[in-house]
Nanobody, 115 residues
Framework: QVHLVESGGGLVQPGGSLRLSCAAS????????MGWYRQAPGKQRELVAT???????KYADSVKGRFTISRDNAKNSVYLQMDDLKPEDTAVYYC?????????WGQGTPVTVSS
C-alpha cells in the first residue's frame, strides 16, 4: 500500500507563487512516475505535470513556463513550484504516483487564485 500526503495549497493573489509538496510512504522502490493533477469546480480532473524516476518531465500546455515539477527520490517526494498564478489555476491539486501499473492518489490540496 502507498500513501500520499500533499501540503502547500492556499489562497494567493494573481501573479503570486505557491509551492506544493507531496510525500509518498509505503512499499515503493525502483522506477515510478510521480505527478500532479488538478480538478476545478465543475470540470474533469486534468494533468498538470509528471516526472519520471530519471527526472524526465511533462507539462500541460496551460502551465508550461510557469510551473516547475521536481522530485527528491531519497525522500520519495515530488514538488510543484507554481509561479505567475492565474485565476484559472484555481483547483484542488492532487498528487499522483504510478508504480508497477498501479495508480495512487493523495487527498488533494486546494489552491485558490483570487484578488
Amino acid at each position: 500500500q502507498v500513501h500520499l500526503v500533499e501540503s502547500g495549497g492556499g489562497l494567493v493573489q494573481p501573479g503570486g507563487s505557491l509551492r506544493l509538496s507531496c510525500a509518498a510512504s509505503g512499499s515503493i522502490f525502483g522506477r515510478y512516475v510521480m505527478g500532479w493533477y488538478r480538478q476545478a469546480p465543475g470540470k474533469q480532473r486534468e494533468l498538470v505535470a509528471t516526472i519520471s524516476s530519471s527526472s524526465s518531465t511533462k507539462y500541460a500546455d496551460s502551465v508550461k513556463g510557469r510551473f516547475t515539477i521536481s522530485r527528491d527520490n531519497a525522500k520519495n517526494s515530488v514538488y510543484l513550484q507554481m509561479d505567475d498564478l492565474k485565476p484559472e489555476d484555481t483547483a484542488v491539486y492532487y498528487c499522483n504516483l504510478v508504480f508497477i501499473s498501479l495508480q495512487y492518489w493523495g487527498q488533494g490540496t486546494p489552491v485558490t487564485v483570487s484578488s
